[in-house]
């Protein structure tokens, strides 16, 4: 059984080979072979392939995984190409 650093490192590894330089949106502790991940991810997908892939390491007793999915945003504001009706002054 690995060490909770060895696995650690494992964990870490995973996230870069899926996520690249989004890896650092996520945080994993581990303890006693208990992972707990947190942080954000773009989309249910890729929440699951990475649970799944974390589940299947050897020395993972148990995930918890407190992610959130929050969908990358243009910056623009929703609507803000509506065209909005225009009143004459009174």
Not at 37 to 55: H, P, R
């Amino acid at each position: 059984m690995k060490s909770d650093a060895e696995l650690s490192i494992q964990i870490r590894d995973e996230i870069t080979a899926q996520l690249g330089s989004r890896a650092d949106d996520l945080d994993v502790q581990v303890l006693r072979g208990a992972v707990t991940l947190t942080g954000k991810l773009q989309s249910e997908g890729e929440k699951w392939t990475l649970c799944d892939a974390i589940n299947g390491m050897p020395s993972v007793t148990r995930l918890t995984d407190d992610t959130m999915v929050v969908a990358e945003t243009s910056g623009r504001l929703p609507n803000a190409d509506v065209a909005r009706p225009s009143f004459p002054p009174e």
